[in-house]
């Protein structure tokens, strides 16, 4: 039996990403070879990785003058090609969490880094207000925080290179791509398998590289963007897995459906949050993510953790208990988590209240 799946990432996936994946492990096409076995630079597969572009370009509506890559090294690659290739004196960045931090780090290492707003203070529990220098060479923010649940709605209109850390909302909203100048993340929340990383970058912007510093080939952007991410062998697998469920994407109404069930899931399980006797919500109102739900017990219960999670165990509920840096539970409710999920949980965490209290 399925269980209903609130993890992190790698998390739910769609069931249409899990048959045709299979499938072709199997056998891809009528090639007489697994998709494990298939050359990257075959016909076949070709169509595979401009399959997966088209439909991540059509998707998300990333207008003419931008370039799509799919490439290992995960979203924390990206913390640090973004500094080496385009920091040169001054970056400005939001700390909202642990992934924001980390990209912070990375930067230090280039240049100066001003931090233009953090929740930190507050243990991360709201998304802050930011103004945007005109004198940094690039603003980075983090839209979606898996780990603490706070996320931003909206596009901010910047005067300087706008890049965005999506790894974890990417695909359930509709979003102005023409705001940034790049978008990236790991594909292993809402667009399928962990081991491959996107990024959607204006083709201007390669333009600000610094041009004195000896960048590595595999480091470089436009190494990448010139092979169409192919200078070294792609993750086919995981971008096979990718065009599946950007398929499924596009079958189920494209990202304004996925943000209607988004604020569904998301209001259900808050809702009951706000309700619960038992359980309480971490993150403020405002800033509460669509797609990771972190909560606590109420004052009196919290010896009751393990309880709960147990518990969740015996109605199939997985992917529940929080992260390390916070504790209590969080579910991840990205885009393949139904809202029959979602009920399974508040069921759950209604019997469990009914049992305590
Ligand atoms: N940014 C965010 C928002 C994330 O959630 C994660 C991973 N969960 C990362 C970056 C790091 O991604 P990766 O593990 O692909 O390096």
Request: a negative charge; glycine letters at 6%.
């Amino acid at each position: 039996m399925r269980k209903h799946i609130f993890n992190a990432g790698p998390c739910k996936l769609p069931d249409s990403t899990l048959e045709n994946v299979s499938k072709a492990v199997l056998e891809f096409g009528n090639t007489g070879q697994s998709i494990m076995e298939v050359s990257h630079r075959s016909a076949d597969f070709q169509a595979v990785y401009e399959e997966a572009v088209a439909l991540f370009k059509e998707v998300l509506n990333i207008p003419e003058g931008y370039s799509v890559l799919f490439l290992g090294g995960g979203a924390s690659m990206q913390f640090c090609m973004i500094p080496f290739n385009f920091l040169k004196t001054k970056a400005a960045y939001v700390n909202t969490g642990t992934w924001s931090t980390a990209a912070i780090k990375e930067a230090k290492m280039w240049g100066e880094v001003e931090i233009v707003a953090s929740s930190e203070a507050d243990g991360f529990t709201y998304y802050p207000e930011f103004t945007i220098p005109s004198d940094v060479d690039y603003m980075h923010i983090t839209s979606n925080n898996t780990i603490r649940g706070t996320e931003i709605f909206y596009d901010p209109t910047s005067p300087v290179p706008l890049i965005c850390d999506m790894s974890s909302d990417i695909c359930s909203r509709p979003v102005d791509v023409s705001k940034y100048a790049m978008i990236y993340g790991g594909c292993q929340k809402n667009l399928g398998p962990a081991g491959v990383t996107f990024v959607i970058i204006k083709d201007d912007f390669l333009n600000n590289v610094v041009a004195d510093r000896m960048i590595p080939t595999m480091l470089r952007y436009k190494t990448h963007v010139d092979k169409e991410s192919m200078y070294n062998t792609p993750p086919c697998i995981n971008i096979f897995g990718v065009k599946e469920t950007l398929k499924w994407v596009k079958a189920m109404g494209g990202v304004e459906a996925m943000e209607k069930l988004a604020i569904e899931r998301a209001d259900m399980l808050y809702a009951e949050l706000e309700r619960s006797k038992v359980f309480r919500p971490v993150v403020k109102e405002g800033s509460r993510s669509r797609m990771n739900i972190p909560f606590l017990l109420r004052e009196g219960y919290e010896s009751l953790e393990k309880e709960f999670l147990d518990f969740a165990k015996t109605k199939n509920l997985v992917g529940l208990k929080g992260h390390r840096s916070v504790g209590g539970f969080r579910a991840s409710t990205y885009n393949a988590c139904t809202i029959e999920d979602v009920k399974a949980l508040v069921a759950a965490m209604q019997e469990f209240e009914a049992k305590h209290i």
